[in-house]
């Protein structure tokens, strides 16, 4: 279950270290064709998002800062568990590790 937020905006959240903030897509509930799909068919979240934000990176054996593998506004693809979820109002966004997201989705 997701926190409450306690801020007004997502902008006000800046991951730390390998953190990457994303919104997870939203499944349609209506097709190209304009039939509407049963709540059990859209309540499985897609495991694709968009990074909104990500962290500076973080340190490797020696120290030396290792930037994260994507940047905000990059389309990715994750695993269908994990992230800690944070709620504001209606929307629902994820923090997950860098190393936690499988691929980035290049179009």
Known sequence: MAAQATFK?????VPLLDRVLVRRFKPETKTASGVYLPSSATSQPLPEATVIATGP???DRTGKIVPTNVKAGDRVLL?????SP???GDEEYYLFRDSEILAKIQE
């Open 57 to 59: 990176g973080a340190p």
């Open 86 to 88: 944070i709620k504001l």
């Open 9 to 13: 905006s997502i902008k006000a959240v």
């Open 79 to 83: 695993p269908g568990w994990g992230g």
